[in-house]
């Protein structure tokens, strides 16, 4: 995606909404962002670029927000997500071990988004679902008490 792309695009007449809106607010910058990606669905350099633009901020200062909080993301998630819970109950009880096959299973690394854009993997450290570790998460299903071999079943029946 680049800037040449990204201004002919209709997403980006939303973009420029959001933060003409937001502009004269003091503090906007986390809220505006939060619009970028719910509009986006990330947050790619073009369009922080824009963000900062738009609100007369650093580049450097929209990066260091996008980068220090979790919730936002500079790569693009997958049509279905899949978080692995790695909180201590899950990881004790084989968590790392649905996580290599899930990685394995869709060829991609943590972080990481499918070719086709379906799916994406990221693991977190609690979803408090400890009872039912380990525990990963497609979207909002949830799976619990799995072992590695129950992976490509799990994952064929959103591949179709």
Avoid: W
């Avoid at 505006?32 to 670029?49: F, N, S």
């Avoid at 819970?85 to 943590?110: H, M, N, P, R």
């Amino acid at each position: 995606m680049d800037n040449g792309c990204l201004k002919n695009d209709e997403k980006y007449q939303k973009l420029l909404e959001v933060i003409e809106a937001n502009k004269n607010i003091r503090g906007s910058l986390i809220r505006v962002l939060h619009d970028a990606q719910e509009i986006y669905g990330y947050l790619p350099i073009e369009v922080q670029k824009v963000v900062a633009e738009g609100l007369g901020i650093p580049l450097a200062e929209v990066y260091g927000v996008v980068t220090f909080y979790a919730q936002f993301s500079t790569k693009p998630k997958g049509e279905y997500k899949v978080s692995v819970c790695l909180g201590t109950a899950c990881y004790v009880k084989g968590s790392d071990k649905l996580l290599e096959k899930l990685q394995e299973e869709l060829g991609i690394k943590v972080g990481d988004c499918t070719q086709d854009g379906k799916f994406s993997i990221e693991a977190c450290r609690c979803i408090g679902a400890c009872g039912l570790a380990p525990v990963f998460t497609i979207n909002s299903d949830v799976y619990g008490k799995k072992i590695p071999d129950d992976v490509p079943g799990i994952i064929a029946k959103y591949k179709n």
